[in-house]
Nanobody
């Protein structure tokens, strides 16, 4: 099983960024896929999740700004992040079942 995140970068406040997580080694469409994040010195927290049928859930602190989506044919889950704030700075992780990706760094700073 592999979960490989990409798309992290340095972006200015108010900017946008799109993360991707390419999955392999399991039946992607059967899994509820989630994005978590962990900021320095803080606990890892759930950002958003999406079921195989496309049903989405969001943490309150990203509602209206972030959008999770998935492409079952490509075994990939995405996180579109808009109106980014400095407090969104964290390592973002893709998660499915017992599996975690290695994370991708998002830094929001001017």
């Amino acid at each position: 099983v592999q979960l490989v995140e990409s798309g992290g970068a340095l972006v200015q406040p108010g900017g946008s960024l799109s993360l991707s997580c390419a999955a392999s080694g399991f039946t992607f469409s059967n899994y509820y896929m989630t994005w978590y994040r962990q900021a320095p010195g803080k606990e890892r927290e759930l950002v958003a999740g999406i079921g195989g049928n496309g049903l989405q859930d969001y943490a309150d602190f990203v509602k209206g700004r972030f959008t999770i989506s998935r492409d079952n044919a490509k075994s990939t889950v995405y996180l579109q992040m808009n109106s980014l704030k400095p407090e969104d700075t964290a390592v973002y992780y893709c998660h499915a079942g017992h599996y975690w990706g290695q994370g991708t760094q998002v830094t929001v700073s001017s």
